[in-house]
């Protein structure tokens, strides 16, 4: 690729709402069609339909933080409002709070990590 294209590309602006969208629905953020992960939380290497280099996607402890402050916050107040509403068993209690607390963290966490590597890609973070 010539130096006027790479210049071309590098000028070019990239949506960010439009490629945090796309990495939550767990899709490559430059296309929107190429799977983003495998293996649960895994980066692909590249992306199926549009070749995007997505192993340079760094997203670390991001995703975990994001999970658990959003969980944590939702289920926190949730279950306040349970407690004072309906005052249920505290083994009841307990069993739906694991119950609520384990699947929405096991349904956030892939898509909190697509959305940091959607922000990543738009703001050109890592050589993406
Ligand atoms: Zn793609």
Redesign the pocket.
Known sequence: MSDVQNQMIEDETRDVKRAIWRGLRL????????KLLHSYLKVNES??????ELKRAKADDGPAYMTILIVGHILGFGMHFAFVAWRPEPLTMVMIGLALTISSSLIMLPRMKGLIIGFQWAKRMYGL
């Open positions: 899709r490559c953020p430059n296309c929107g069609e190429g992306c199926d339909c549009c070749g995007l």
